[in-house]
């Protein structure tokens, strides 16, 4: 009987799976067709499968090399060899409503896989990709937790929204900030206009496609990741100790005529600094959350049958700030992703009728105690440059007032010491008690497929991106100051603010798709589509109240007030504006062989932004492409080459980034409250114009010219991608400038044009020695960035003034025949040593130039030689757009252990050193730097005296512009899979792995970090480079398991 049994139910099949050079493989996945029977190769490439029907095949798959299928027939022992897939060229990437596979592509696109996204092991998926992508440059706005990016493809192309358009499982979304790394499958880039054109008027910034991960069919698979890190300050820069401050301070009052006041009677502790047992307060230090903690845990669970697949995950994300300690900032996020597939109607191979769901939920909570920009008291400038001579607490009980910290009450007596610099403890306990945002994203799509003959799919979807926002904040009174005399650092009543939104965006997309073959080598692939789209569906509500009932945030909510004077009340609410796009767009490409490819793509958009007459916008493109390889007299480069394709394309891409209705008059009712009778008795809201409308604006447009080469040798080790292009963007959409006495907004223009161009080469290098596997990839991109036209006749876009300071005029602007946001002010030429060199500094009509001066001072270049420095002096003072970017990964696993390292960096641009600048004034501490000052004739010709009286060496000036090329150690991650080691584990995987991020970066520049992605203070969307001492980057380290079942 077990014999009969034994036949009917299968039998047992063995065997060995190995590589090229006959090393064993562990780990390959074997499958029997259609069904979810498998197993795992153990250590030595060993498999056993029971009970396998004789008609059966066996799929064996693993991760870089190609899938190999085996019919069992007769046969018990089953020895698999498998065979290094080429690299990139027979893998399927997204392309905007479709697939192709990648060696069909004939523009400019890169893909990057889920998995090395998510070994990167960080919150945000924009983080995991810097250094990965050639022509992509991603800066952080700031590293406080929850803080965005600054994304530019291809340079920066206009003064308005220059963010790339992002697309989430097709479904358009604003960022991508709150999505889990783990949940990825792939991220596409497209680059150029030829492959972005599909998107037509969203594209000209280029586009990044995201898939989600999607089921299977197999048994289920359950997988785990989780880490736990510690966070501290990447950087601490070196400031003055309170010794070297009073002789700083010293110098301070004898510059500005001032007499120098008793420190000793002065100053509490000053005993301690006189005797060198006490060098005053380190506030970086004393605000720092040390070893602060962050983690992540992520589940997926995964499966499907041939009849239905899933895909569902869920994640947890934690991070404290490294900085801000009383009251830390915090970032929790929790998301949640499911999608299925089910398939209605199956005809033999053909899936006949499919529908299916994305959908994916994030609930994001941040709290946000410390602000950013050098001006803001409670900035991170400010906190780290305390005054060294204030101690944290005060040591007299007696004299504390209602706080704990020191000064209070005895905080005037040094007058003149630090005038008007607080505890910054004090005030990041008091003055901002807290601020909290909390945000719900749904975005999704459901969708149908139908096939009724092979190669025709029709395809429909429905999609949403749907937000809730609510964000709160509470101040409470405090007194920083001993009277009422510095408005600054008191307030006197406390105040409660808060506000929400909701809004929604729906998205109809269909889709007709046609695949066929003529005279078996000629490929055809049609597509036809239609999208319609509203965006802009929802209302706000915001407001303002004073005397909390309960004087805490924890209750800081606008009904727990009992204010009604109307001075401190406010109260707004409005519908936000909505706008809606109707879209239509085809694709046809074609293959001879697969040798010659062509594509050519249309897209044809109706913004209601615009006014009619206006609306439509047309985005054409076309590119072509030549496997020279398969050609016949290529046949004796076989040996070391294996594939080669030229490439070449053209496109329009557009943008329609502006606020709905901006060709009318609108009028707004926010803000403008008003006493209706003189005894002020009856308060009423009031109305005013909005913005002065301009029918005439219209589409900005990008057109783009690209050339490139995709190349594989000595077996598909090497692997080449270049691009050569050339993208004008032209009629850019800005404010126009207007005179504050029109009492309006600035409407929007088309203003401008500017020009990029570079090119980018991406090499790869992958091998196998035994069991020994390891990988190089290296990519580089030059890239130059010049405006060409600017629609005024000034030929001048002006930037915002007190960017820097309050002191400041502009201190970047976009100008034809410079780069977009280029740093603007004055040319130094060394320092006045004395009196003399004063008086002989003349311009050519014998006018001494910088009468007002001393002896330290700076010297600035009269550049138009008037005898005055003015602005008529100010000139280029540098470029925050990066000529180079780079980055280095490099890879390598042996029998088990894995390890990675990941580099990236920029060159050939500058930044601003804005806290520096501030850190002048004398009220702060001072960074070391300052120890080589002017303080005598001949000590120094490059720093000036300490001087707080006038703006003379404070104004931008080539002293404050600095290299900011840098390369960074980004990631090191050492892993280990016991499964290698215990072969008896039930898991297929058990990698226990620790991570460094952030461990060290070459530069010259001496502040915290040369990465900079904001204008400063007042900085718009095209603004870069102005280092306001955002929030500090954190050198991170971690350790972490994956488990996979």
């Given at each position: 009987m077990e014999p009969f049994m034994s036949e009917q139910q299968g039998k047992k099949v063995t065997g060995?799976?190995?590589?090229?050079?006959?090393?064993?493989?562990?780990?390959?996945?074997?499958?029997?067709?259609?069904?979810?029977?498998?197993?795992?190769?153990?250590?030595?490439?060993?498999?056993?499968?029971?009970?396998?029907?004789?008609?059966?095949?066996?799929?064996?798959?693993?991760?870089?090399?190609?899938?190999?299928?085996?019919?069992?027939?007769?046969?018990?022992?089953?020895?698999?060899?498998?065979?290094?897939?080429?690299?990139?060229?027979?893998?399927?990437?997204?392309?905007?409503?479709?697939?192709?596979?990648?060696?069909?592509?004939?523009?400019?696109?890169?893909?990057?896989?889920?998995?090395?996204?998510?070994?990167?092991?960080?919150?945000?998926?924009?983080?995991?990709?810097?250094?990965?992508?050639?022509?992509?440059?991603?800066?952080?706005?700031?590293?406080?937790?929850?803080?965005?990016?600054?994304?530019?493809?291809?340079?920066?192309?206009?003064?308005?929204?220059?963010?790339?358009?992002?697309?989430?499982?097709?479904?358009?979304?604003?960022?991508?900030?709150?999505?889990?790394?783990?949940?990825?499958?792939?991220?596409?880039?497209?680059?150029?206009?030829?492959?972005?054109?599909?998107?037509?008027?969203?594209?000209?910034?280029?586009?990044?496609?995201?898939?989600?991960?999607?089921?299977?069919?197999?048994?289920?698979?359950?997988?785990?990741?989780?880490?736990?890190?510690?966070?501290?300050?990447?950087?601490?820069?070196?400031?003055?100790?309170?010794?070297?401050?009073?002789?700083?301070?010293?110098?301070?009052?004898?510059?500005?005529?001032?007499?120098?006041?008793?420190?000793?009677?002065?100053?509490?502790?000053?005993?301690?600094?006189?005797?060198?047992?006490?060098?005053?307060?380190?506030?970086?230090?004393?605000?720092?959350?040390?070893?602060?903690?962050?983690?992540?845990?992520?589940?997926?669970?995964?499966?499907?049958?041939?009849?239905?697949?899933?895909?569902?995950?869920?994640?947890?994300?934690?991070?404290?700030?490294?900085?801000?300690?009383?009251?830390?900032?915090?970032?929790?996020?929790?998301?949640?992703?499911?999608?299925?597939?089910?398939t209605l109607i199956k005809n033999n191979n053909l899936d006949i009728l499919k529908i299916g769901e994305n959908f994916n939920y994030s609930n994001t909570n941040r709290h946000v105690t410390i602000s950013e920009g050098a001006d803001n008291q409670s900035s991170f400038a400010s906190v780290a440059s305390g005054s060294p001579v204030i101690q944290i607490y005060n040591p007299d009980p007696t004299n504390q007032g209602p706080y704990q910290y020191f000064p209070y009450d005895v905080y005037g007596s040094p007058t003149g010491v630090a005038p008007t610099a607080p505890n910054p403890m004090a005030w990041l306990d008091y003055a901002k008690s807290g601020s909290a945002s909390r945000n719900n994203n749904l975005n999704g799509n459901i969708y149908l497929t139908l096939q009724p003959i092979k190669g025709l799919v029709f395809r429909s979807s429905f999609g949403i991106n749907s937000y809730s926002t609510s964000d709160r904040s509470y101040v409470p009174a405090y007194l920083l100051t001993p009277t009422t005399t510095s408005t600054y650092f008191q307030n006197t009543m406390d105040r409660t603010a808060q506000s929400m939104q909701t809004g929604m965006k729906w998205i109809l997309d269909n889709t007709l798709n046609y695949k066929f073959t003529i005279l078996d080598h000629n490929n055809f692939d049609f597509m036809v589509g239609t999208s319609a789209e509203k965006s802009g569906i929802g209302e706000s509500f915001s407001g303002d109240n004073g005397k909390s009932l309960f004087d805490s945030f924890e209750y800081a909510y606008l009904i727990n007030n009992k204010t009604i004077d109307p001075s401190f009340t406010h109260l707004s609410s409005q519908p936000l504006g909505s706008s809606r796009l109707l879209s239509f767009f085809s694709r046809a490409s074609y293959d001879y062989k697969q040798t010659y490819m062509a594509t050519a793509v249309f897209r044809a958009d109706g913004s209601s932004n615009?006014?009619?007459?206006?609306?439509?916008?047309?985005?054409?493109?076309?590119?072509?492409?030549?496997?020279?390889?398969?050609?016949?007299?290529?046949?004796?480069?076989?040996?070391?080459?294996?594939?080669?394709?030229?490439?070449?394309?053209?496109?329009?891409?557009?943008?329609?980034?502006?606020?709905?209705?901006?060709?009318?008059?609108?009028?707004?009712?926010?803000?403008?409250?008003?006493?209706?009778?003189?005894?002020?008795?009856?308060?009423?809201?009031?109305?005013?114009?909005?913005?002065?409308?301009?029918?005439?604006?219209?589409?900005?447009?990008?057109?783009?010219?690209?050339?490139?080469?995709?190349?594989?040798?000595?077996?598909?080790?090497?692997?080449?991608?270049?691009?050569?292009?050339?993208?004008?963007?032209?009629?850019?959409?800005?404010?126009?400038?207007?005179?504050?006495?029109?009492?309006?907004?600035?409407?929007?223009?088309?203003?401008?044009?500017?020009?990029?161009?570079?090119?980018?080469?991406?090499?790869?290098?992958?091998?196998?020695?035994?069991?020994?596997?390891?990988?190089?990839?290296?990519?580089?991109?030059?890239?130059?960035?010049?405006?060409?036209?600017?629609?005024?006749?000034?030929?001048?876009?002006?930037?915002?003034?007190?960017?820097?300071?309050?002191?400041?005029?502009?201190?970047?602007?976009?100008?034809?025949?410079?780069?977009?946001?280029?740093?603007?002010g004055l040319q130094s030429n060394g320092l006045f040593q004395n009196t003399q060199n004063i008086l002989d500094y003349k311009n050519t009509a014998g006018k001494i130039i910088q009468p007002g001066a001393q002896p330290g001072d700076m010297r600035y270049i009269d550049r138009n030689d008037d005898g005055v420095i003015d602005q008529g002096d100010y000139t280029m003072l540098g470029d925050p757009n990066p000529n180079f970017i780079f980055g280095l990964t490099f890879n390598c696993s042996y029998k088990g252990f894995d390890l990675s390292a990941i580099t990236n960096g920029v060159a050939g641009n500058q930044v601003i050193w804005n806290y520096f600048n501030n850190n002048n004034h004398g009220t702060y501490n001072w960074s070391t730097l300052i120890l080589d000052r002017w303080h005598g004739e001949g000590t120094s010709n490059s720093t000036p005296r300490i001087n707080t009286g006038s703006t003379q060496d404070i104004t931008l000036s080539d002293r404050f512009v600095a290299d900011a090329s840098f390369l960074r150690m980004s990631n090191l991650t050492l892993g280990y899979d016991f499964k290698t080691l215990w072969k008896g584990l039930p898991m297929q995987q058990m990698r226990l792995y620790a991570t460094g991020q952030n461990l060290f970066t070459i530069t010259n520049y001496k502040g915290f970090n040369p990465e900079v992605g904001n204008g400063g203070n007042n900085g718009g969307n095209w603004a870069g480079g102005v280092d306001s001492a955002p929030y500090p980057l954190a050198r991170t380290f971690m350790i972490g398991v994956s488990i996979k079942y």
């Open positions: 060995k799976v190995t590589d090229q050079t006959g090393a064993s493989l562990p780990g390959v996945s074997v499958v029997v067709k259609g069904t979810t029977t498998g197993v795992i190769t153990d250590n030595t490439g060993i498999y056993s499968l029971t009970n396998i029907p004789q008609n059966s095949t066996l799929q064996f798959s693993f991760v870089g090399m190609k899938m190999q299928e085996v019919t069992v027939g007769n046969k018990t022992n089953v020895n698999v060899v498998l065979a290094d897939e080429a690299i990139g060229i027979e893998e399927v990437v997204a392309i905007g409503y479709g697939v192709m596979q990648k060696k069909l592509i004939t523009g400019a696109t890169t893909q990057v896989e889920g998995s090395n996204i998510q070994k990167r092991n960080t919150t945000t998926v924009l983080d995991a990709l810097k250094g990965q992508i050639s022509g992509v440059s991603i800066s952080k706005i700031s590293a406080q937790p929850g803080d965005g990016f600054k994304v530019n493809i291809r340079g920066l192309g206009t003064t308005g929204n220059s963010a790339p358009l992002y697309v989430v499982d097709g479904v358009t979304v604003p960022n991508i900030n709150s999505l889990n790394p783990s949940d990825i499958e792939s991220l596409d880039i497209l680059k150029d206009a030829a492959s972005a054109a599909i998107y037509g008027s969203r594209a000209s910034n280029g586009v990044l496609l995201i898939t989600t991960k999607k089921g299977k069919v197999g048994k289920a698979t359950i997988s785990y990741d989780g880490y736990y890190g510690i966070q501290n300050v990447a950087k601490k820069l070196d400031f003055v100790g309170a010794k070297d401050y009073l002789t700083l301070m010293g110098e301070h009052y004898i510059n500005n005529k001032i007499a120098v006041p008793n420190f000793s009677a002065l100053i509490p502790g000053y005993a301690g600094i006189a005797d060198g047992t006490w060098d005053g307060t380190n506030w970086l230090d004393a605000t720092s959350n040390k070893n602060a903690p962050i983690q992540n845990h992520s589940i997926n669970i995964s499966g499907g049958t041939e009849q239905a697949i899933y895909s569902m995950g869920v994640s947890l994300d934690s991070q404290e700030g490294i900085v801000g300690k009383p009251a830390i900032p915090t970032y929790n996020r929790v998301t949640f992703r499911i999608n299925t597939e089910y615009f006014a009619p007459g206006k609306r439509w916008g047309f985005f054409p493109s076309l590119s072509a492409g030549w496997a020279m390889t398969n050609e016949s007299f290529m046949n004796e480069t076989k040996d070391w080459l294996d594939f080669l394709k030229i490439r070449a394309s053209w496109g329009e891409n557009g943008n329609q980034s502006i606020s709905p209705f901006q060709y009318l008059s609108t009028i707004s009712f926010n803000g403008a409250p008003f006493f209706k009778y003189s005894d002020k008795t009856k308060f009423e809201n009031g109305g005013y114009p909005n913005i002065m409308a301009n029918p005439d604006v219209s589409w900005e447009t990008s057109v783009q010219t690209d050339l490139g080469f995709d190349a594989r040798f000595l077996n598909s080790r090497i692997g080449v991608t270049f691009d050569w292009y050339n993208k004008l963007t032209k009629d850019w959409l800005i404010q126009a400038p207007i005179l504050a006495t029109d009492g309006t907004g600035a409407p929007y223009i088309n203003g401008g044009d500017v020009q990029n161009r570079g090119y980018e080469i991406s090499i790869s290098w992958k091998d196998r020695i035994g069991e020994f596997s390891y990988g190089i990839t290296t990519n580089f991109t030059q890239q130059e960035n010049k405006v060409t036209r600017i629609a005024n006749a000034e030929g001048i876009i002006h930037g915002p003034d007190k960017t820097l300071h309050a002191d400041q005029k502009e201190c970047y602007r976009a100008q034809v025949g410079f780069p977009i946001g280029y740093f603007w």
